[in-house]
């Protein structure tokens, strides 16, 4: 297995790229977040998971910040409450970059963290990245999405645990300007 996993931030990947590197998953970290507001927001958790990724020795990738084209993405849902359709467009504005990235680079798998938090509808999260390994199937060799419930077998105690341990900044929304209000 090659995986490509989607990060979101820090917080939400240590626990999990820990446990794939203890499984010995070859695995390198793609960072998409487009929807992250304001930029200096998407340039502390870059900083933030880049220095915990350099510390393990795991390969990470950035892919272009563009969030004017997010918007486009999410245009007409602004409205929509946390969970709701913007949250889906979302998933699968990221995830579809990331399998395109994957497809290009011939890696077997993709993941993502987006499954990890609490905060976000697991399902939601599962069912756009499927629909983004779809959308490049015939762009390579078969894709297949990794979907993990990384909440379980302790990884969210993990999660908390490696927060403090490392004193990660730990943000109280999701990243676009909609979530904000919520």
């Avoid at 931030?9 to 010995?24: D, K, M, Q, R």
């Avoid at 990331?98 to 697991?122: E, P, Q, V």
């Avoid at 894709?143 to 105690?157: S, T």
Wanted: charged share 25%; aromatic share 10%; glycine share 6%.
């Amino acid at each position: 297995m090659r995986l490509l996993l989607h990060s979101c931030c820090a917080p939400c990947s240590a626990a999990i790229v820990e446990h794939l590197l203890e499984n010995a998953v070859d695995t390198t970290v793609f960072f998409s977040n487009s929807n992250i507001y304001p930029q200096d927001e998407y340039l502390h958790r870059r900083a933030e998971l880049e220095r915990h990724l350099q510390v393990l020795g795991v390969p990470f990738v950035e892919d272009d910040y563009d969030h004017s084209d997010w918007l486009v993405s999410v245009k007409g849902l602004e409205q929509e409450p946390e969970r709701g359709s913007r949250c889906t467009q979302c998933f699968r504005f990221r995830l579809l970059r990331a399998a395109r990235y994957a497809a290009d680079h011939g890696f077997t798998h993709l993941g993502t963290t987006l499954a990890s938090s609490r905060w976000k509808n697991i399902d939601q999260v599962n069912a756009a990245g499927q629909w983004a390994v779809e959308q490049v199937a015939s762009l390579s060799v078969p894709l297949i999405f990794l979907d993990r419930n990384w909440r379980k077998g302790g990884l969210q105690e993990r999660r908390n645990q490696l927060l403090r341990q490392y004193g990660f900044y730990n943000q109280q929304y999701c990243g676009c300007e909609f979530s904000m209000r919520a």
